[in-house]
């Protein structure tokens, strides 16, 4: 029997963390393929929210993103509270988004919108040198 994800994995967001990562290297989506043993076309529809990854594709791409697999699968229905992890060599702003995101005070459209915001600002405030 095939893994079924069809309700246990958010493909939004592991798609968003890929693509963004890949950008950040510079990657095509060839380079992130080779690096990762999953197919070029198979993290092309994940990026676009179409691809539904099996199992080993998860790990394998979790584990290329260097991210806690909790980050990506959806909550169970019965939990009122979104447990925030991450490892503690996360950059800052991939900690503050789950944070951001577990907040149940923000629709997900703002706590996106914020979680770019913060991005942006800690990409220009963290250059080196700056004091």
Known sequence: MAYKNDNVVNT?????AIKRRREELGLSLRDV???TNVSASTLSRIENGTGKPDA??????????DMPIDRVMNKHADSNVE?????PHEATPE???????????LSPETAKALS?????????????GRK
Not at 56 to 61: E, G, K, P, T
Not at 116 to 128: G, N, T, W
């Open 56 to 65: 080993d594709n998860i790990a394998r791409l979790t584990g290329w993103l």
């Open 116 to 128: 770019e915001l913060f991005r942006v600002a800690y990409k220009q405030f963290s250059k080196p």
């Open 95 to 105: 900690i503050v988004e789950a944070h951001l995101r577990a907040d149940k005070k």
């Open 12 to 16: 939004i967001e592991l798609g968003r």
């Open 33 to 35: 393929a080779d690096v």
């Open 83 to 87: 447990p925030v992890i991450y490892y």
